[in-house]
């Protein structure tokens, strides 16, 4: 099956710093989305973006469906941007459409 | 828009007990609904999708009689999970997902989770 797989696996940042989180996948997909687990394990959907470049405040998103990547850039970092980041990719597979997850990126930003 | 509840979100049993958890869309028609389990520190791990209607795609691994899914409407999906042992003691989360304007796949959005340990 698919790979999906998130660099780095861990993040330390001091607040104010720029981070660039990277998820490979190895396999064509359909679609792509970005999010963020907060401390209490809710999902927070950051971008849905299967391709092309997207911003939302401080964060921006890149996806290169052909070279099978995805770029998460997270500016002027906060304390409040701590958490795990997944990416998940969406594909059809025997007729059901599902989505498998990247491995994460635990980003802790001190203050 | 696009909200998703779950419950309980805690939820302890003894073991051999059978637990249900609830996953609604609260303001949309959800076309697939999906479950996942999610172990401490780890990503989460698609269990099986369900559409309205229809019996579930369980992923490869995972028991479709001990992990029982009812997807009765566009709104509701219900996960079972059958003589609970301590080994089902995890973080359960459902997404629903939906096709947004513009949009040629759906996107999904999730449940706040819900986190079983069984004695």
């Known amino acids: 099956g698919i790979q999906v797989e998130q660099s780095p696996p861990d993040l330390i940042l001091q607040e104010g710093a720029n981070s660039t989180l990277r998820c490979n996948f190895s396999?064509?997909?359909?679609?792509l989305q970005w999010f963020h687990q907060n401390p209490w394990g809710q999902l927070i959907n950051l971008f849905y973006i299967p391709s092309g470049t997207k911003q939302n405040g401080r964060l921006s998103a890149t996806t290169v469906a052909t070279e099978r990547y995805s770029l998460l850039y997270i500016s002027s970092s906060q304390t409040t941007d701590s958490g795990v980041y997944f990416c998940?990719?969406?594909?059809?597979?025997?007729?059901?459409?599902?989505?498998?997850f990247g491995t994460g990126t635990r980003l802790k930003v001190l203050a | 828009g696009a909200v998703v509840s779950q419950h309980p979100s805690r939820v302890i049993c003894k073991s051999g007990t059978s637990v249900k958890i609830e996953c609604r869309s609260l303001d949309f028609q959800a076309t697939t609904m999906f479950w996942y389990r999610q172990f401490p520190k780890k990503s989460l791990m698609l269990m099986a999708t369900?559409?309205?209607?229809?019996?579930?795609?369980?992923e490869q691994g995972v028991e479709k009689d001990k992990f029982l899914i009812n997807h009765a409407s566009l709104t509701l999906s219900t996960l079972t999970v059958t003589s609970a042992h301590p080994e089902d003691s995890s973080f359960y989360i459902c997404?629903?997902?939906?096709?947004?304007?513009?949009?040629?796949?759906?996107?999904?959005?999730f449940g706040p989770g819900t986190r079983l340990t069984v004695l």
């Open positions: 998940a990719v969406g594909m059809s597979t025997s007729g059901t459409y599902k989505y498998i």
């Open positions: 997404s629903a997902s939906r096709l947004a304007g513009g949009r040629a796949y759906n996107e999904q959005f």
């Open positions: 369900s559409n309205e209607g229809s019996k579930a795609t369980y």
């Open positions: 396999d064509s997909v359909n679609n």
